[in-house]
């Protein structure tokens, strides 16, 4: 559809000029950045709206995906209670079993091995050695012993149940020589890393307990054995289980007693949602019904008064022009355009305060009432829209489309000083994803670029802008001094209807 209106009304946008005609065609809709002037025919573009939605509110997470999510949540949490408690039960296992091996070789070194150490064994007598070996087989080793050892303190095996390391050097480590110069008994957990241990790295990690001792004659020895690791591991498994347990059980009775809580939480959760949603219905229900009532109020009372007033007056002129009082009638015509000219403000105000023609009519119906006052004001108006491409736009996105140009039309009214005004709403065939664009073009003043980052903070441009954001448009303006202004509002589509 296409018609030639010559229309206009008040603004709130402070620009020079709105819409823009530029000596050369606008270009597509394509990315383009801005202050880049790839052209100096070209217009340059300033992006007010880059056509990316804000994100939506989620809706509430449905009860079983809340449930399964706490039991995901419950197994982690128990998984992490597992491996915390192993670590600890290792520990304290660990801690414990050595406090026990390091007591009962403190009580076998003082009742055993000491009692039966001999200076012999220190010369290396056959027979003090096979005494004391047999000492050591019969009351040690059966005890969880792996290993026994006699140390001289410079390092030298005077006995061991491996014959092989008797005679045999080596460096004691600090904290051996520490225990002889401290005398204590000493127990860790080793990973037999020393020379000294080639004998028994093939039975894992070990248990060591030394604490020295003496001999008849006062000759202080190292006292070392290696005991098993094993009871460190079950001892382990025991506390293991036994935390694990009351943790678990703790848990479990936990996540019981929370279900009917989050439960009850998403009942009111729930409630309060739909509470807010009948109340933002009501709202904008009774906004639609103030408006209508406004408008129909208008409409019936002093839109009619003043139709009815712009008759009388009229008639009244002819009557006095009749007469031949031709000033008198020439005064009394001029308050009748004065009265007309009323009516079709109000009347455009009727079309902004409740655009009902929007639904019934289509958008080319209604961008033509808005361009309609411009007449008054010596603007030519070209409306041009697509028909097929407007029903395919939801109505949000018609309503933006009307608002857009009803702002684009104020500003050329305030500030462009246009002649010649067109609107189009045609294929966008260079955005998938914007596929219908709205252009306003005016012939009008135009204005500098460089005063665009000041003008964009204006209230009428953020109101422009926050529009196109809700509903994923974008939005762009361009003009140069001179050479009038264009907007381009490039829509995105949700469904053929």
């Known amino acids: 559809m296409k018609a030639t209106e010559r229309s206009g009304t008040g603004s709130t946008l402070p620009l020079p000029g709105a819409a823009l ?31 990316v939605a804000p994100a939506t509110v989620q809706p509430l997470p449905s009860r079983r995906r809340m449930l399964l999510q706490l039991g995901f949540a419950a197994l982690a949490v128990f998984a992490l209670v597992v491996v915390g408690t192993s670590f600890a039960a290792s520990r304290l296992a660990e801690r414990q079993v050595l406090n026990d091996v390091a007591h009962r070789t403190n ?41 026994v050892k006699l140390w ?17 050097h080596y460096e004691l480590d600090e904290e051996q020589l520490n225990t002889l110069a401290h005398p204590r008994t000493q127990a860790e957990a080793t990973d037999l890393d020393r020379s000294e241990n080639e004998f028994e790295r093939g039975d894992g990690k070990l248990l060591e307990i030394y604490r ?47 279900v ?17 949603e009948a109340l933002l219905r009501r709202a904008v229900d009774a906004s639609a019904r103030e408006r209508r009532r406004i408008a129909a109020d208008l409409h019936d009372g002093p839109v009619q008064d003043l139709v009815g007033s712009s008759l009388a007056v009229s008639g009244a002129a002819e009557a006095e022009r009749a007469a031949g009082r031709t000033a008198l009638a020439s005064t009394i015509t001029e308050a009748a355009s004065t009265v007309r000219a009323s009516v079709a403000s109000l009347r455009s105000l009727l079309v902004d305060i409740y655009p009902e023609r929007l639904a019934d009519a ?46 684009c039309l104020r500003n050329v009214v305030r500030h462009a000083d246009a002649r010649h005004v067109t609107i189009t709403l045609a294929a966008n065939d260079e955005d998938p994803d914007h596929p219908v664009l709205l252009s306003v073009e005016d012939d009008g003043i135009g204005f500098d670029p460089d005063i665009l980052p000041r003008l964009e903070g204006h209230f009428g441009i953020r109101v422009l ?4 954001s809700e509903v994923g448009a974008v939005l762009r303006v361009s003009s140069f001094r001179g050479r009038g202004t264009t907007w381009q509002l490039a829509l995105p589509v949700e469904e053929v209807r």
């Open 21 to 51: 005609r530029p000596v050369d065609p606008p270009p597509p809709l394509a990315p383009q950045a801005v202050g880049e002037r790839p052209h100096q025919n070209l217009p340059l573009w300033w992006t007010l709206a880059d056509g």
């Open 107 to 147: 009580l076998m070194a003082l009742a055993v091995i000491q009692p039966a150490l001999d200076d012999a064994l220190l010369k290396g007598d056959r027979e003090a050695f096979d005494a004391f070996d047999t000492i050591v087989r019969e009351r040690v080793l059966p005890n969880g012993i792996r290993r």
């Open 152 to 168: 001289t303190t410079d390092g030298t095996i005077v006995y061991s149940d491996v014959p092989t390391l008797v005679g045999k």
């Open 212 to 258: 020295p001792v003496w001999t008849p004659s006062g000759h202080e020895l190292l006292f070392e054995v290696y005991g098993e690791y094993g009871p460190v591991q079950e001892r382990a498994f025991d506390l293991w289980r036994g935390l694990a347990g009351v943790l678990a059980t703790s848990l479990l009775l936990l996540l019981v007693l929370m």
């Open 260 to 276: 009917p809580v989050i439960w009850r939480l998403l009942d009111r959760l729930d409630a309060a949602q739909h509470q807010r």
């Open 362 to 407: 289509g958008l080319s119906t209604t961008l033509t009432d808005l361009a309609r006052p411009l007449s008054g004001r010596g603007v030519e108006v070209d409306v041009d829209v697509d028909e097929a491409l407007a029903a395919r736009l939801s109505e949000v996105a018609q309503q933006l489309t009307h608002r857009v140009a009803r702002e």
């Open 465 to 468: 802008t926050d529009l196109a």
